[in-house]
T-cell receptor, first 116, second 113 residues
Framework: AQKITQTQPGMFVQEKEAVTLDCTYDTSDPSYGLFWYKQPSSGEMIFLIYQGSYDQQNATEGRYSLNFQKARKSANLVISASQLGDSAMYFCAMREGNSGNTPLVFGKGTRLSVIA | ETGVTQTPRHLVMGMTNKKSLKCEQHLGHNAMYWYKQSAKKPLELMFVYNFKEQTENNSVPSRFSPECPNSSHLFLHLHTLQPEDSALYLC????????????FGSGTRLTVV
């Protein structure tokens, strides 16, 4: 079974608007971490934001925020005030456990296109 | 500059060739990873090295052979590849206990002809 599901292969958003990229996950481990990465056409994977399973508040990093709904096992990424440079692939990932020893598992990604 | 450097950026090789991909990090991380990224598929974990010891081999064919001579360098040796091995190969590093995930390199775009 897939551990990370991203149901939106592609999304379009108007410049300066907000957009939500969906991510659901599956784990029975009470301790886990959720990550979002951005991959521009250059190929490099850029870390955006992290949410721990025990974190009480939703993570925020600048224009990025994570809408963490633990009961629903969802960790949607919200990008506010979209910019043309936000056009890229976005990957949701999860690491189970809290030792940092387990590898990240990635979803299939969502391609975001920002329109001027 | 991401802190993780991969060379070469692009590689075209024949099915009978032998080549190596190189990954280098000077972030002081103690774990390094190889991932394969094919079109329309999730990133596939290939190998994990913790403190220079291989701790995971995700059923990768033997035509891919990793080497980790020290905690800063990771290689992926390639031989007798197939066209379906064409993909972006990403190297990453991390520090155990840290919550900031991985630092990735820019990847090597491999084409097997």
């Amino acid at each position: 079974a897939q551990k990370i599901t991203q149901t939106q292969p592609g999304m379009f958003v108007q410049e300066k608007e907000a957009v939500t990229l969906d991510c659901t996950y599956d784990t029975s481990d009470p301790s886990y971490g959720l990550f979002w990465y951005k991959q521009p056409s250059s190929g490099e994977m850029i870390f955006l934001i992290y949410q721990g399973s025990y974190d009480q508040q939703n993570a925020t990093e600048g224009r990025y925020s994570l809408n963490f709904q633990k009961a629903r096992k969802s960790a949607n990424l919200v990008i506010s005030a979209s910019q043309l440079g936000d056009s890229a692939m976005y990957f949701c990932a999860m690491r189970e456990g809290n030792s940092g020893n387990t590898p990240l598992v990635f979803g299939k990604g969502t391609r975001l296109s920002v329109i001027a | 500059e991401t802190g993780v450097t991969q060379t070469p950026r692009h590689l075209v090789m024949g099915m009978t060739n032998k080549k190596s991909l190189k990954c280098e990090q000077h972030l002081g991380h103690n774990a390094m990873y190889w991932y394969k990224q094919s079109a329309k598929k999730p990133l596939e974990l290939m190998f994990v090295y913790n403190f220079k010891e291989q701790t995971e081999n995700n059923s990768v064919p033997s035509r891919f052979s990793p080497e980790c001579p020290n905690s800063s360098h990771l290689f992926l040796h390639l031989h007798t590849l197939q066209p379906e091995d064409s993909a972006l190969y990403l190297c990453a590093s991390s520090q155990h206990g840290k919550t900031n995930g991985y630092t990735f390199g820019s990847g090597t775009r491999l084409t097997v002809v």
